[in-house]
């Protein structure tokens, strides 16, 4: 068999068309279908942080709910600066069922302190030990939260001729500051 300018030219397009269709066709999809499994694989990398973020933000959503929690808890155990009388009054009622006499109670220069007003009281009570340490433990059980700042007592030794029982030999005079956390810290009001 012979061939001829016309077989040697059909056997170059024959040839040519597979190797046109590899470098302008097969090549540059398979470089896109390259490009795409790395962007695939970066963007899974990716995916994989993005998991772990969200993990870590739903505990800080859920370190966020508890925290909410406790300071509704808190909250509780805080009364606005309107209910301050009623804490004194409680305290009034825990000194009277303790039998002791509260000379005097003063509300101190307030402060603010985080958001929260600190006014403190400075209390006078007279008494015996045992009636004094039963008023402070029944203030700690209070469900509202108030703070003994200073407490100073000093035994009265005036004798039992005196005829008075609320000072017979053995009371104390104590002296303390009792310090009321209140909500509302944009309230400046003295409270007396």
């Known amino acids: 068999m012979k061939f001829g300018i016309r077989d040697y030219a059909f056997l170059a397009v024959l040839t040519a068309v597979p190797l046109s269709a590899w470098f302008f066709v097969f090549q540059p999809r398979n470089e896109d279908i390259d490009h795409a499994r790395r962007e695939i694989l970066s963007m899974d990398t990716t995916l994989a942080r993005l998991d772990t973020l969200t993990d870590q933000v739903g505990d800080v959503r859920n370190r966020i709910d508890e925290a909410e929690v406790r300071l509704a808890e808190f909250g509780r155990i805080i009364p606005n600066a309107e209910e301050v009388e009623d804490l004194l009054a409680e305290m009034h009622r825990i000194a009277d069922d303790r ?73 104390l005079d104590a002296e303390m500051v009792i310090v009321v956390y209140c909500d509302g810290a944009g309230q400046q009001e003295e409270v007396e």
């Open 99 to 171: 039998r002791l006499s509260i000379d005097s109670i003063r509300a101190l220069k307030q402060n603010t302190v985080q958001g929260y007003l600190e006014i403190p009281h400075r209390v006078s009570l007279k008494g015996d030990f045992t009636a004094i340490y039963e008023f402070l433990s029944d203030l700690e059980r209070l469900p509202r939260l108030v703070r003994i700042q200073s407490l100073e007592i000093e035994r009265d030794l005036m004798s039992s001729n005196r005829g008075d029982e609320a000072f017979r030999f053995g009371m």
